[in-house]
């Protein structure tokens, strides 16, 4: 598997997806977390910013796979409800610069779909991951 937990799917004569994969393969222990939004740890908020939630969101996801024996690279998708399109694609450089800081390069299985509302009130964004830890990194 070249180095990671997976196998990314790209098939014959399809562009390359950028900063996402169209489909991924893997074995092992899988790690589902719920719809995560930007409050922290004690449900807290510290922001109403896109960009701000986007960072605690990632931060959290980090933190719970951790918890699982995960690291970001383990991560074969993530699903991001967004309550406005225009918002996120003004600050995709900026997403993007928190996504690979908590992330790294590595790029799952992505849906992004803008909603009409989330049910917390501040929330601009949602995020939901699934994981997928490798049986070797577990020890058995």
Partial sequence: MSGTPHDILQPDGWA??????????????QVFLGGLVGWDAQQQWQTDDLVGQVDRILASIVTLLAEAGGRPEHLVRLTWYIVDKRDY????????RAYRRHLGKHFPAMALVQVAD??????????????????EERGQ
């Fill in 16 to 29: 390359s997806a950028i900063g996402y994969a169209n489909g991924v393969v893997a074995e092992g222990r």
């Fill in 89 to 96: 694609l003004a600050n995709a450089r900026e997403i993007g």
């Fill in 118 to 135: 989330l049910l917390e009130d501040r929330a601009k964004v949602e995020i939901e991951a699934t994981a997928v830890i490798p049986a």
